[in-house]
């Protein structure tokens, strides 16, 4: 339907529509403190991750909720994806919940040989594999089987925070203090592009296959062998970047502590 959503740090989620605009908080039974990430599915549902009302989806304005009532091991929900069988997969600081027709059916946690520590960034590779980034590493979920990647698997840095594809069923891993590094589909290599040593935090490959990697320093877009940093010349003049995201007509905005670019 064309909205713009965005989550708002006093815990509300402000849509920008064609009929004009639209914020749902506490008044509207959204009982969050802050709005950890917004995913939108393919049928439209808007599902929202919240610092302590757990998981919110709403769809045709209507709402529902997964909480720890429901199954969630906690109601801090990090980051939310869902896989191409359907099963939407919760990230949380005590793993990976996985839902399935809007019941949690199981939760991958260090029992399981999931590495500790709160996930941030799932992705799944045309192989089947789902990819779990957490804190502590890289985890691998594949036909029911967890394996893990960490520094002796190539990565600087083993804080993971964001995933994307690279368009040829490899991924791109950002990590914390670690920079940007490519999976090809055998092993992990970490790559440059000035950010060797950085924060990434977000990455999101557009319609035009370009990486966009953000991190403590703003935005940078990757095509190619080359990078390029926004800066205030630009227009540029935010901070820490959390989230990119394309809309319908091409345009890419970006999400940063300093507000919607």
Not at 107 to 116: C, E, Q, S, V
Not at 118 to 147: M, Q, Y
Request: charged residues 25%; glycine residues 18%.
């Amino acid at each position: 339907d064309r909205t713009l959503w965005v989550g708002l740090s006093d815990g509300s989620v402000k849509g920008w529509t064609a009929q004009g605009d639209v914020q749902i908080g506490k008044a509207d039974g959204l009982m969050a403190d802050s709005i950890e990430s917004l995913f939108e599915d393919r049928e439209g549902s808007l599902w929202v991750g919240t610092s302590t009302a757990g998981l919110l989806r709403i769809r045709d304005g209507q709402f529902r909720t997964l909480t720890t009532r429901d199954g969630l091991p906690t109601d801090l929900v990090w980051s939310s994806f869902r896989d191409r069988k359907g099963d939407m997969w919760i990230g949380s600081d005590q793993g990976a919940s996985q839902v399935r027709n809007g019941e949690v059916i199981r939760t991958y946690n260090g029992d399981d040989g999931l590495l500790d520590g709160f996930v941030g960034a799932f992705h799944e590779t045309p192989d089947g594999s789902l990819w779990i980034g957490c804190d502590g590493g890289l985890s691998r979920l594949k036909n029911g089987k967890l394996s893990v990647y960490g520094v002796s698997s190539g990565l600087r840095n083993p804080d993971i925070r964001a995933l994307a594809g690279d368009g040829k069923g490899g991924m791109w891993i950002g990590s914390h203090g670690g920079g940007l590094h490519h999976y090809d589909g055998r092993k992990i290599k970490p790559v440059g592009y000035g950010l060797e040593q950085e924060e990434v935090d977000a990455l999101f490959r557009d319609s035009k296959g370009r990486l966009w990697a953000g991190d403590a320093d703003g935005p940078v877009v990757i095509e190619g062998e080359v990078a390029r940093r926004f800066g205030v010349e630009d227009g540029y003049t935010g901070m820490r970047v959390f989230s990119f995201y394309e809309d319908a007509d091409g345009l890419m905005w970006i999400g940063t502590t300093q507000g919607l670019y």
